[in-house]
Nanobody, 114 residues
Framework: QVQLVESGGGSVQPGGSLRLSCAASRSIFSFNTMGWYRQAPGKERELVASITITGSTDYADYVKGRFTISRDNALSTVYLQMNSLKPEDAAVYYC????????WGQGTQVIVSP
């Protein structure tokens, strides 16, 4: 069964850092651009960053310069390094394909507060 398992969330103060991980089934990971998404309470899920099979990246404007997406194809894992976190970054973070989403995982919660 295809699965996405996110981890690495937690509670940090503004300005802090977290590194999120997402382990995906190899059958999906190996052939797809992967993305990190987030959903804050009462808001739509939004794309934060994406990375192609060859490592080309794209970021939402509001995370450029602060977040870095990467992938390890051998481990079928995609990462999101988040630095200089702001309270508005607080959300549940998910990974999925960049398009034609598969079943969402449970996500990992990020809390940013003093």
């Amino acid at each position: 069964q295809v699965q996405l398992v996110e981890s690495g969330g937690g509670s940090v103060q503004p300005g802090g850092s977290l590194r999120l991980s997402c382990a995906a089934s190899r059958s999906i990971f190996s052939f797809n651009t992967m993305g990190w998404y987030r959903q804050a309470p009462g808001k739509e899920r939004e794309l934060v960053a994406s990375i192609t099979i060859t490592g080309s990246t794209d970021y939402a404007d509001y995370v450029k310069g602060r977040f870095t997406i990467s992938r390890d194809n051998a481990l079928s894992t995609v990462y999101l390094q988040m630095n200089s976190l702001k309270p508005e970054d607080a959300a549940v973070y998910y990974c999925n394909k960049r398009s034609y989403w598969i079943t969402w995982g449970q996500g990992t919660q990020v809390i940013v507060s003093p």
